[in-house]
Structure formats: structure tokens, C-alpha cells
């Protein structure tokens, strides 16, 4: 059973989680957004089809820490 972890990079970057958007699917492919209460909006988690919206560096296709995806939320 997995079990929920607090995510200190929100705690480093000086940002208030707003709200939380989780995805998975049967393949593990999960992937989570959370918009901040400063309207910013990170992505981590799978990404090999370019759905986190952030660049992936070759050869890797998880983003374990939270990434600021570069969209205007205003």
C-alpha cells in the first residue's frame, strides 16, 4: 500500500499548494500538476509524451521534483 509523502520542494521554493491534480493510468504512467497560490503551476512525475509540459532531458522521462511549467495562469 503506498502510502502519501509530503512534497518539501513546495516547502524550498516559498510556495503555498493551492490545489492538486493526480493522473495515472494502468501503465504507471502517473503524473501530477499543483497550482500554487502565487498562480504558478507545476508539473512533475511521468512525461514521456510531453504531458508535463516541461523539457525532459534525453533518455529521461520522470520529473521527480516539481517543475514550473512555463503558461500564463492569469
Known sequence: VMQPKLISAFRDKKEEVEHISLTSCV?????????????????????????????MPDGNYEKCCPELVNIDLT
Do not use: C, E, M, P
Open 27 to 55: 501503465t504507471w504512467d502517473a503524473h501530477t500538476f499543483a497550482i500554487t497560490r502565487s498562480n504558478r503551476l507545476y508539473g512533475f512525475g511521468s512525461g514521456d509524451k510531453g504531458q508535463l509540459g516541461v523539457d
